[in-house]
């Protein structure tokens, strides 16, 4: 709590909430599928760049 980016009590209780919660939903997705963490940040990354380059494809269509 002391390193975080907020200074009023509320918005440093939702960063706290939201970084926990990015946490569980990691683990919870590193026990589904049965791969690590960092393998899984590059298949998510790999999807959103997928994606984007999609959405860009439409806007130069």
């Known amino acids: 709590m ?3 980016p907020t200074k009023k ?3 440093q ?3 706290f909430f939201a970084a ?3 946490y569980s939903q990691l ?14 940040k ?8 997928k994606a984007m380059n999609q959405e860009l ?3 130069t269509a």
């Open 13 to 15: 209780a939702n960063h």
């Open 42 to 49: 590059a298949q998510l990354y790999l999807a959103g760049l």
């Open 27 to 40: 683990e919870a997705l590193k026990m589904r599928h049965g791969i690590g963490h960092f393998r899984l």
């Open 9 to 11: 009590p509320d918005t």
């Open 2 to 4: 002391g390193k975080s």
């Open 57 to 59: 494809a439409q806007f």
């Open 20 to 22: 926990i919660l990015a």
